[in-house]
């Protein structure tokens, strides 16, 4: 159970991170988001991080004394990703608010999109630890920010889709590039891994032969690609029917990959050292 929490915290809380940041920039760099638009899709960002860090509650022994993961945030980067996705979560409702009361939001939204990143960047950063050589290198912060660039625009998309209104194809061009760099990325991490030392080559082994690495694979990376593929294929990006395919095969896939991201990994304190 302790692991479905960290899979529900580290995939909502990317989810998140990657819809505020596409708020904020269709509304700066487009300006044509509708006020009930972006006030309801600034609702479910709040929604969605708070649903996160009731997630995270569930790997602690006492929820109660969670603030004591700030003690040590001077050092510690578990402290790091907790302050970060707190002054998030922060921005995130003064930004709905913003949205809500029609008033400027330009430089919250700006903060707030830089602190989203640097919230995702965090949290990857808590798992490359020695201890785990598989996690040990840049691919833990990749994947996150992966997460946050292909499940926080289709976030958006899908809330803006229970209002009858859809984005156009920019939107699902940026998730199905970061849909590729996912499915390349984890075929080369695979590859890397099963060809190095004994500790990552078992993880590498453990990914291949994971319950979820092939539905993962195809809900979460194939399915969705071939239906942008098909979209895109279109002379017109008509989209409208798939949005909330798109969204749930992508969760889906998320969720799987992070269960498999938590579960294959192998400790060096298995072979005694």
Avoid at 18 to 29: E, K, N, S, V, Y
Wanted: proline share 3%; glycine share 10%.
């Amino acid at each position: 159970m302790a692991e479905w929490a960290l899979v529900l915290f580290t995939v909502l809380s990317q989810m998140a991170a990657g819809a505020f940041i596409t708020l904020w920039a269709l509304d700066t760099f487009t300006g044509k988001v509708e006020n009930k638009i972006g006030t309801f899709s600034a609702l479910g960002i709040v929604v969605a991080m708070g649903l996160a860090l009731v997630a995270s509650m569930g790997h602690l022994g006492q929820p109660f004394e969670a603030y004591r993961a700030l003690a040590h945030v001077g050092t510690s980067r578990l402290s790091h990703e907790v302050l970060a996705f707190g002054l998030f979560f922060t921005l995130a409702v003064l930004y709905y608010w913003q949205w809500k009361t029609g008033r400027s939001r330009r430089s919250v939204g700006l903060v707030g999109a830089i602190v989203a990143i640097l919230a995702v960047i965090s949290s990857g950063l808590v798992y490359t630890l020695p201890a785990r050589p598989a996690w040990n290198n840049a691919g833990p912060v990749l994947f996150f920010l992966l997460t946050a660039a292909s499940l926080g625009p289709l976030f958006i998309a899908v809330i803006a889709h229970t209002r009858q209104y859809v984005f156009g194809k920019n939107i699902f061009m940026i998730v199905a590039a970061a849909l590729v760099c996912s499915l390349t990325s984890l075929a080369l991490y695979v590859t890397l891994m099963t060809g190095m030392g004994n500790t990552e080559a078992l993880t590498g082994r453990n990914i291949i032969l994971g319950m979820t690495f092939w539905p993962r694979l195809l809900i979460g990376l194939i399915a969705p690609l071939s239906l942008l593929g098909y979209a895109g294929s279109k002379r017109e990006w008509n989209v409208r029917c798939y949005v909330p395919i798109l969204f749930a095969l992508v969760l889906i896939g998320e969720l799987l990959g992070r269960e498999l991201f938590y579960s294959s990994a192998v400790a060096l304190t298995m072979f005694g050292l």
